[in-house]
T-cell receptor, first 112, second 114 residues
Framework: AQSVTQPDIHITVSEGASLELRCNYS??????LFWYVQSPGQGLQLLLK??????LVQGIKGFEAEFKRSQSSFNLRKPSVHWSDAAEYFC??????????FGAGTRLTVKP | DTGVSQDPRHKITKRGQNVTFRCDPI?????LYWYRQTLGQGPEFLTY????????KSRLLSNRFSAERPKGSFSTLEIQRTEQGDSAMYLC????????????FGPGTRLLVL
């Protein structure tokens, strides 16, 4: 079965600085990859997804992610973080069996 | 498109009581998923429906849990004889079609068992 690792439990960045959140997955075939964001007490909002094709995908709110098969990674990036980006970020991997697995999440704090 | 809605948003109950949560998916989404999320963790899959058929259940779904989607629209998740370990956020998601379509999540129901 597939699995996801988000190595960083908590990251703090200054407003305006760049951001990279790491995600590593384990799956034998080509995975379907997602990044979701969750604000406190809320559900999950899809930021972006990768199914196939171009390995650099653009999402909402200025986020992008790059699928690197050789590294089994799908890291999320943003060139300039805004205070409103403070939230919990979850990477998820899906497979053809409809079983989607989530990482434990990375909490982002933005310093003024 | 009004999104996925869940009711109630918060529930406090005493150990041993039964609770029921409701999820209304995006209209015409044929797949509906239930997840459980505990503090500091990502969502964990519980079960999913395609239309009214419950097609898969996680081993996390003990026999105290039951889910239904009687007409292929809204779904309910019932927990009988609640335990303190059931305290969590219960998330519902809906999806149009099968994998690899996107799952759209509701705001969740936060359950606290005292």
């Amino acid at each position: 079965a597939q699995s996801v690792t988000q190595p960083d439990i908590h990251i703090t960045v200054s407003e305006g600085a760049s951001l990279e959140l790491r995600c590593n997955y384990s799956y034998g075939a080509t995975p379907y990859l997602f990044w979701y964001v969750q604000s406190p007490g809320q559900g999950l909002q899809l930021l972006l997804k990768y199914f196939s094709g171009d390995t650099l995908v653009q999402g909402i709110k200025g986020f992008e992610a790059e699928f690197k098969r050789s590294q089994s990674s799908f890291n999320l990036r943003k060139p300039s973080v805004h205070w409103s980006d403070a939230a919990e970020y979850f990477c998820a991997v899906g497979a053809g069996n409809n079983d989607m697995r989530f990482g434990a999440g990375t909490r982002l704090t933005v310093k003024p | 498109d009004t999104g996925v809605s869940q009711d109630p948003r918060h529930k406090i109950t005493k150990r041993g009581q039964n609770v029921t949560f409701r999820c209304d998916p995006i209209s015409e989404h044929n797949r509906l998923y239930w997840y459980r999320q505990t503090l500091g963790q990502g969502p964990e899959f519980l079960t999913y429906f395609q239309n009214e058929a419950q097609l898969e259940k996680s081993r996390l779904l003990s026999n105290r849990f039951s889910a239904e989607r009687p007409k292929g629209s809204f779904s309910t998740l019932e927990i009988q004889r609640t335990e303190q370990g059931d305290s969590a956020m219960y998330l519902c998601a809906s999806q149009s079609g099968g994998a690899p379509e996107t799952q759209y999540f509701g705001p969740g129901t936060r359950l606290l068992v005292l």
